[in-house]
Structures are given as structure tokens and as C-alpha cells.
């Protein structure tokens, strides 16, 4: 090779290595808790702990505001909380996404 020549090295993933396709990459977690250092938490346990991407929320109207733009497979929220409880928030996602699963 010429000294401006560039090389490309392909290499084949081992048993060990994850390769998504833009069809089967990881997901979207929501996490939904009015106390701050519960969703902390939660969040980074599952950044840690999965290769999905986590959007910790502290109110149910913000998460709900975000749904469509980002599709959550996966909502976890609180049942008790102040401006709605769990169960009227994950009502409203279920119908705008009906095929998350949904975690109370």
C-alpha cells in the first residue's frame, strides 16, 4: 500500500459481542417516580445493568410528553405519586403505545 492509502480492517464479532441492526438495537427505558433518588437510582442500576437507553423522570406529565419521541418498550412507574398516580399514567401510555410493558 502507498503511503496515502487507507486500510479498512473487518473484523467478525465474537460470541461475546452484541451487533444490532437499526431494527434490533436496544430499547428505551422510561422510569417514573416523584422522588428524585428513587429514579436515580433505578436509572443508573439499569445503565449499568443493560445496554438500553434510560430516561429517569420525576413527574408522569413529563414522561408522557416525551412518549411519542421516544417509544419506551419498557415504562416502570411509581404508584404513588402526586399530580397522577401510577396507574392513570401507565393508562395513558398504554393507549398512545400498546405494545410497551408497562412495570407498576
Known sequence: MGSGDLELQVSQPSGDDL????NDRPGCIFVVDDEAMVTNSIETML???TD???????APKDALAKL???QPEVVISDFL????DGIEFLAQVKAALPESTLIL
Open 19 to 22: 451487533v444490532y441492526s437499526m
Open 47 to 49: 445503565q449499568l445493568e
Open 52 to 58: 438500553h437507553t434510560v430516561h429517569g423522570f420525576n
Open 68 to 70: 411519542e419521541i421516544l
Open 81 to 84: 405519586m402526586p399530580d397522577m
